[in-house]
């Protein structure tokens, strides 16, 4: 397990590379849950939006998960949690007036930046004082 790494992971990597070409500008790894110890991989700070970039063990993605035989039960509530903790998390950042953005690891790097930047382009215009 030590081998895991939590933070700039080669899926993290490619997709942030991909929005810093687009110009997009951000900051990572920051705890925006208040009252916990959780952390969005890429935030957006002004439009409010939280990018997380899910593995697909880890967060149960429904094209790559796979059940462990060894310790079966361990790994199937520790699963179980994890996605419960997603949910929390994204209802916690939405009642705070945050967009929340969960791509998973196996999405090409450009086409998750693609939906990212659509959505923090469309906030950042929605937000923008209209001229008279």
Do not use: Y
């Not at 925006?32 to 063990?57: E, H, K, N, Q, S």
């Not at 996605?83 to 929390?88: H, L, T």
């Not at 930046?113 to 659509?118: G, K, L, S």
């Amino acid at each position: 397990m030590q081998a895991n790494r939590r933070l700039n992971t080669a899926p993290e990597l490619g997709v942030r590379r991909e929005l810093h070409r687009r110009g997009l500008r951000f900051r990572i790894d920051l705890p925006v849950v208040p009252g916990t110890r959780r952390r969005v991989d890429v935030v957006f700070l002004r439009p409010r939006v939280a990018v997380f970039i899910d593995g697909c063990f880890w967060h149960r993605c429904p094209e790559h998960s796979t059940n462990p035989k060894a310790n079966a039960d361990f790994w199937a509530a520790k699963l179980a949690a994890n996605v419960r903790r997603d949910r929390d998390t994204d209802l916690r950042l939405r009642d705070a007036g945050w967009l929340v953005v969960r791509v998973w690891e196996h999405d090409e790097p450009g086409a998750a930046a693609e939906q990212i930047e659509a959505v923090v382009r469309s906030r950042v215009e929605a937000r923008a004082p209209r001229e008279v």
